[in-house]
Each structure stands twice: as C-alpha cells, then as structure tokens.
C-alpha cells in the first residue's frame, strides 16, 4: 500500500449497504468534515432514497473497517492510518460489529500480525542505522582521543565538516530533518572535539588543560553557526548549542588569561546563566521576528482596531519562538550543570554555599515554564547540584555528621518528591504555596551574588585595600 501522505490524498472504497463509492480523501481533514459530503453522495445513488432515514432511525451512520469499532470522527485519515485501497463500511451505530470470520488458521495469524503494534518500520531502518553510525563515529572520537595531537585533532575536525556538509545536503536536498539534526550536532561535537585536542602534544591526552577548552569552545560556535546555516529549519537548536560553546570559551578564558581559581570561574558561568533566563522569553520572542503589538495612542486609534496578522506566519513564528526559547534554556541550563560540579568538589564552605543555591534557585526557577523540554533540563540541573551536595558532604564529612546530615537529608528530600508527585501533582495548589514559593527564590536569588563575591574572594581583595 502507498503510503497516504505521498500525495495528500488516501483513495478508499467506501461501502453502503446499497452502494460502493470509491472516493479520495484529504488526508489532514477530520473524518466528521468528510463524512456529511459522503452520506450525501451515497444518498444520491440509485436506491439510497431511504438511506438517510434508516440513519436517522439507527442512530446516525459510523465509518468503520471490517469487524473493527467506529473510526474516530475527530482524527484525519492520517491520524487513522488509513492507506490507499483500504475499504470503509457505513454502518449504524446502533449495530455491534459483526465478528470476524477467518477462512483458516493462516488467515487469522496474518491478519493479527498486520495489526501488531511495533512492527518494523521504513522509519525504524533509518533511526537504527543513524544510531549505529553515530556510535561508530563516537568510537572513532575515543580512538583520537587516546592518540590526540595535530593529526588526530585535524581528522577529527574533517570529520565535523563532512557531517555538516551532510547536514545540508539532507535539510536542503532530501528534506531529512531528523537526520541532519543529528549530523549537525555530531558535527558540532566534533568541532568542539577536535579543537580541544588540536593542541595537544600527541598521545598526552593527560594534558588536557583550559587552554584547550578554550580553543575546542571557539571552534565549537563556528561550527554550531555553520550547522545553523546548513539546517535553517533547526537554527535555535544549533543557535543555543553555540550559546553553550560561549559559556565554555568564558569559563577557560577566565582561567587561562586570568589564571582565576577554577570554581570562581564556574561560579561565574553559572550565575551569567542563571542571570539570563528572565531574558529568554522576550529575546527568543524577538529572534523569531514575531511583530510587536502596537499601542493605541489616540481614541480613534483604539476605535479603529486596523492591525491585522497573518495568523499562519503567527503560528510559525511562535512556534520558532518556543524552539528558540528551549534551545536557550537548554544551554543555561547545561552551562549551569556543568559548573555545578566544580563548585561541589572546590572543598570551600563558600563554593558548597553557592552550590546549593543554585541548585534550589533553579529547581524554583523550572516553576515558571510549562512545557516538558523547557522545565525538564532546568530540573536535571538542579537535581544535579542535589547529586554534587551530597557527594561532597560524603567525602568531607566525617561518619557521624555523614550520616546525620548527607543521609537525613537525602530521606528528607526523597520523601519530599515522592510525597509532592502522589499528592500534590495534578491538583489545584493555594495561592498561598505559590507565593511563598516565589518568595523563597528571591530571596535565595538576592543571596547568589554575595556568596559569588565570596568565592571569588572580593571580601578579602576589599579588606585589604
């Protein structure tokens, strides 16, 4: 059978109990659009003058395949799965479905296959091939890695070019939007690969240093604009990984040319992030070129109501809005995660300080967006900050404060979410939780900054001037 979408029409045989009517259907048009035009066209047919009738009197005519329920009115034949030569039955919806009836044992086991779910799919071939390939790519990125040097560092940057050259010819060319999504960010990866370890004196992977960070950050936005330009459909996700390559290239700059302490470095990367989330909406707003609305100045201006919007290029441009809003949460939210982690191991009470506020200001923080791919990486940012307070409390602690504090308060922020996600979630929250939620992140956001300054050891820079 061919498949519907290939030229938006799906061609079925409709069958009444009077007539056979073989039709072309839009395959994006809810089957209750499509079904008045089809019971008047059946109507129309030699004998069908009571058809309507005996629908009225049966409570109304349903679409259906043989010996299976009514089709949903409300999907598309797309949604349906229906494919060309498929037939469909007008039946009442008084009537049960008659059973079906098999010619043989054959008949039945290859009609019950046909309808399995989880058969092998075309779609299937592609994933499990751009899977394997990826996988195979990351072993030759391992395999450089034990060898680094300028040889290995420049295979491995070819190699991000022709991904992205790949990348293009599957946007533009093919029209494979999956696939080079994933060519564009193996190419991505190998740019920032391959630039970390081209400086590196060969098989002294050990050497690995800010410096190189540095270079393999600088190399990594240019390849996430070129995969951008290569894939214009998928432009805020690459656009957001090189807003990640940015928070790289600051953090390895500070080290490098300031020769700061590695958590002061963190610390800011870190804060910078959690800084430019309140932005995130209205940049991401502006990116996707959505037009600002204007404000009536005079009352025949307000009287007037001129503006008009074309509400198609509304919806995709707000849409481009939420991609580009998910790609930037995303970076922070992996440029905070990222740096949590040193400031857990810089064995400072203030670096565990400031670990911990971050940690909580930006599981608060996830309250404010709905969707799942913008408040789930900000959770896993925070949950990873949690991980890092109770790694160190285990290291430095010793048994009985270990036990006290790392342990009770694992259990405590254990019977916390398992409590919060079987009662609280899904019902309606006071007002009040709310509040003193939105209170709590202030005041531990107001408290980011000082406790910044004293990683960075301002307090004592001051005292001693």
Request: charged content about 15%.
């Amino acid at each position: 059978m061919a498949p519907i979408t290939a030229t938006g029409l799906c061609r079925v045989t409709v069958v009444a109990p009077h007539t056979r009517m073989d039709v072309a259907l839009p395959v994006h048009v809810p089957i209750a659009e499509i079904q008045a035009d089809l019971l008047l066209q059946a109507a129309a047919s030699p004998n069908g003058e009571f058809f309507v009738n005996d629908g009225v009197k049966g409570g109304g005519w349903t679409l259906a395949r043989l010996g299976e329920p009514p089709l949903n009115p409300d999907l598309s034949p797309a949604q349906l799965k229906l494919t060309d030569g498929e037939e469909l039955y007008f039946r009442l919806a008084a009537d049960t479905a008659p059973a079906t009836v098999f010619d043989d044992v054959i008949d039945a086991i290859a009609t019950a296959a046909s309808h399995r779910a989880g058969k092998w799919q075309p779609s299937t071939s592609r994933k499990v091939g751009l899977v394997t390939g990826t996988l195979a790519l990351a072993g030759g990125l391992v395999t450089a890695a034990t060898m680094a040097g300028g040889l290995a560092g420049s295979i491995v940057l070819s190699a991000g070019v022709v991904a992205l050259v790949a990348c293009w010819a599957l946007a533009r060319a093919f029209e494979q939007h999956h696939a080079a999504v994933l060519l564009g960010l193996i190419g991505v990866g190998c740019g920032l690969f391959g630039g970390a370890i081209l400086l590196i004196p060969a098989a002294e992977m050990s050497d690995l240093g800010a410096v190189h960070l540095l270079a393999g950050g600088c190399v990594g936005v240019v390849y996430s604009a070129l995969a951008g330009l290569a894939a214009e459909r998928s432009a805020p996700l690459f656009h957001s990984a090189a807003v990640a390559c940015t928070g790289l290239i600051l953090g390895t700059a500070l080290r490098t040319w300031l020769e700061v302490p590695t958590q002061a470095a963190a610390a800011t990367v870190a804060v910078l992030a959690l800084a430019a989330i309140p932005m995130l909406p209205m940049l991401s707003y502006r990116l996707a070129q959505l037009p600002m609305p204007d404000i009536p100045r005079t009352p025949q201006q307000l009287r007037a109501d001129l503006e008009t919007l074309d509400g198609e290029l509304a919806l995709k441009r707000s849409a481009r809005a939420d991609d580009y809003l998910s790609g930037l949460l995303g970076a922070c939210a992996l440029m905070i995660g990222v740096s949590l982690p040193w400031l857990g191991a810089a064995e400072t009470v203030s670096a565990f300080i400031l670990c911990a506020l971050l940690a909580f200001v930006v599981l608060l923080k996830a309250r404010d967006f709905s969707t799942l791919r913008q408040r789930l990486p900000l959770i896993v940012a925070g949950l990873v900050g949690v991980g890092c307070l109770a790694l160190a409390g285990g290291l430095w602690l010793e048994d009985g404060w270990r036990l006290g504090i790392v342990g009770g308060g694992l259990i405590a922020f254990a019977a916390f979410t398992i409590l919060f996600s079987l009662v609280v979630a899904g019902k309606r929250i006071s007002p009040v939780w709310g509040r003193t939620g939105d209170i709590v992140q202030i005041i531990l956001t107001l408290a980011v900054l000082p406790i910044t300054l004293w990683v960075w050891d301002a307090y004592w820079w001051i005292r001693n001037i």
